[in-house]
């Protein structure tokens, strides 16, 4: 038999658990909301925030409405090494790099319209077309490859407040509010730029020889009839990213540098795949205003020599820097001409 006096005792600690839960639950939410670890909501405060996301897919949201922005470059980890700073200096602008490892062209479809919705006439526009592009997989030109805030792109940003109450943000909350007391140190730029690799002078040949002998080969099967003379798929969703922009952004359409050893043997389908895309992204920047087409990823001196890389598909930071020095030459005219470096297709005021 349940005396009244126990039944009080058992309400009081009932109520007592929910108020500790609410009042909690309560404080924990608004330290998220006041720290903002994502840079989106509408009524935060006017706090210094950095990207501490490890995902980038949480960071570039913020980032593409920046108005100290003029310039973007859209890509996946073959890209990310392009830096900013450099870029600025050899074409001018002010770029932001949003190249996201793993990102499939569906993503960078997303990203870029997120960064030309703030931005409604860039000055430059990198996209850097590799495997993601011209190897074709389910899905990829219709979903994310990685966890993705859909509620960041293209949505009314109060809706961010109903997407705050997570452990992820709450451990996102944790890590930027470490980053503004200085107790942690910044591992990605404001302008999201990040080096991935190594420092180049922890660059080790045989390690590295390891890693080529490991990895997965190209596939070298004979291509079908016809195959290296059709264009993917995915070349209509990179067209549809290029009308969006107007005539006078200049936009650069690259192949990155990967391994000769990715390639594949003339008449493979990993080599009819690679010029299908080529032929694609040609026809594209010829009738596109003010486009270049450009690509390191062919068999050359730079591609051929294991050296140039850390694994077949990322090249390190020197190589890095000659890219960038040779897409100026190519985009400027001033300079000599790299011989890793293929114009696929050039206005001819350029």
Same mark, same amino acid.
């Given at each position: ?18 108020? &500790?839960?609410?009042?909690?639950? #309560? ?14 909501? /509408?009524? =935060?405060?006017?706090?210094? !925030?950095?990207?501490? &996301?490890?995902?980038?897919?949480? &960071?570039? $949201?913020?980032?593409?409405?920046? $108005? ?6 859209? #890509?996946? =980890? ?20 949003? @190249?996201?490892? =793993? ?13 030309? %919705?703030?931005?409604?006439? /860039? ?11 011209? %190897? ?10 990685? /966890? ?6 293209? %949505? ?25 007391? #200085? %107790? *942690? ?44 003379? &059709? $264009?993917?798929?995915?070349? !209509? ?6 009308? !969006? ?5 200049? *936009? ?12 594949? $043997?003339?008449?493979? +389908?990993? @080599? ?35 050296? =140039? ?9 020197? +190589? ?31």
């Amino acid at each position: 038999m349940t005396l009244p006096g126990q039944v009080r005792a058992w309400r009081r600690l009932c109520l007592l658990a929910v108020g &500790t839960i609410v009042a909690v639950g #309560g404080g924990l939410y608004l330290f998220i909301v006041m720290v903002d670890p994502w840079n989106v909501l /509408p009524f =935060s405060p006017p706090l210094a !925030r950095i990207p501490v &996301t490890s995902n980038a897919r949480y &960071t570039m $949201p913020a980032l593409a409405r920046n $108005p100290l922005f003029d310039s973007v470059v859209v #890509g996946t =980890s073959t890209s990310r090494l392009m830096q900013p700073a450099m870029l600025d200096r050899e074409l001018g602008g002010h770029f932001l790099n949003m @190249a996201m490892n =793993s990102a499939s062209p569906w993503e960078q479809e997303r990203e870029m319209d997120a960064f030309l %919705h703030s931005h409604r006439a /860039p000055r430059t526009v990198m996209i850097g077309v590799d495997a993601a592009w011209c %190897h074709e997989r389910p899905g990829s030109l219709t979903t994310p490859n990685r /966890p993705w805030p859909e509620w960041m792109y293209g %949505h009314p940003a109060w809706q961010g407040y109903l997407h705050m109450a997570s452990l992820y943000a709450l451990q996102e909350a944790a890590n930027e509010f470490l980053w503004m007391t #200085g %107790h *942690k140190a910044q591992r990605f730029g404001t302008d999201g730029y990040a080096s991935f690799v190594p420092p180049d002078s922890q660059y080790d040949p045989v390690r590295v020889a390891a890693i080529f002998a490991h990895w997965a080969p190209p596939n070298t099967a004979p291509a079908p009839p016809g195959m290296a003379d &059709t $264009p993917p798929a995915s070349m !209509r969703l990179l067209a549809a990213m290029l009308e !969006r922009m107007p005539a006078t952004t200049l *936009k650069i359409v690259w192949f990155p540098p990967a391994s000769a050893t990715l390639h594949g $043997p003339t008449g493979s +389908v990993a @080599a009819a795949r690679l010029q299908a895309c080529r032929l694609g992204v040609t026809a594209l920047a010829a009738r596109t205003p003010n486009t270049i087409a450009l690509d390191f990823n062919h068999d050359s001196a730079l591609t051929l020599n294991s050296d =140039s890389f850390w694994d077949p598909l990322h090249y390190r930071i020197p +190589v890095a820097h000659r890219v960038i020095a040779a897409i100026t030459t190519a985009v400027t005219g001033n300079g000599q001409p790299d011989p890793a470096l293929d114009i696929l297709y050039k206005p001819a005021r350029h």
